[in-house]
């Protein structure tokens, strides 16, 4: 059963459309993760919660907001898609235990921006 | 910025032991080396992590030098399956666990 759900898998935007991305998780994991995975490249960090508490990275351009209403969903929200945010969008979970902070991460949600 | 380096690809032969290299000369002495892989087009999925010691599970084995500057994950029987990224990340388990990934090690398991 899936742990860590990402909807939807695919999302196409138009240049410019606000978008928003989603992730839920049945694990109870107080820490949430959002990384961009661009084509043939490694995952790179947006942001992530520890609980309420919301970390930017500090290259993570204005543009990407987050939400974290509960401690089950968490959302990534792109204002104004340009075509350089085309990528995959990979959502993780944790939970902070010492020595073992093992991340699970969602299947992930390709955005297409035209 | 991602503290590890890896060999872009590698090639191993289905059955065989699969050796994976990870470099992370500037480790601290509190991270931790964890181990991922990612299939195409699904998300990572953890294998085994280890702070000094060796480490095994059902997936793969974890050495890692006693001065902890590098490390190998070993599958000991790959499968066509196994055909993935591998990631070797360091970080903190403490408050957020930040994942800087490198560019990983692209296996090729061949029949």
């Known amino acids: 059963d899936a742990m860590v759900i990402q909807n939807p898998r695919y999302q196409v935007t138009q240049f410019g459309k606000p978008v928003t991305l989603s992730c839920s998780q049945t694990?109870?994991?107080?820490?949430m993760y959002w990384y961009q995975q661009k084509s043939s490249q490694a995952p790179k960090l947006l942001f992530h919660?520890?609980?309420?508490?919301?970390?930017n990275e500090a290259d993570t351009p204005d543009n990407f907001q987050s939400r974290r209403p509960n401690t089950s969903f968490c959302f990534l929200d792109i204002r104004s898609p340009g075509l350089g945010d085309a990528a995959m969008y990979l959502c993780?979970?944790?939970?902070?235990?010492?020595?073992?902070?093992?991340?699970?991460f969602g299947a992930g949600t390709r955005l297409s921006v035209l | 910025d991602a503290k590890t380096t890896q060999p872009t690809s590698m090639d191993c032969a289905e059955g065989r032991a699969a050796n994976l290299p990870c470099n992370h000369s500037?480790?601290?002495?509190?991270?931790?080396v964890y181990w991922y892989r990612q299939i195409h087009s699904q998300g990572p999925q953890y294998i085994i992590h280890?702070?000094?010691n060796n480490e095994t599970n059902e997936m793969a084995s974890l050495i890692i030098t006693e001065d902890r500057k590098s490390s190998t994950l070993i599958l000991p029987h790959a499968t066509l399956r196994d055909t993935a990224v591998y990631y070797c990340?360091?970080?903190?388990?403490?408050?957020?666990?930040?994942?800087?990934f490198g560019t990983g090690t692209s296996l090729t398991v061949i029949p």
């Open positions: 919660y520890y609980d309420k508490d919301f970390n």
């Open positions: 694990l109870n994991h107080n820490v």
């Open positions: 990340i360091v970080s903190i388990p403490n408050t957020g666990n930040q994942f800087y």
């Open positions: 993780a979970t944790s939970r902070d235990l010492q020595g073992k902070n093992i991340q699970y």
């Open positions: 500037t480790i601290s002495g509190n991270e931790y």
């Open positions: 280890g702070l000094k």
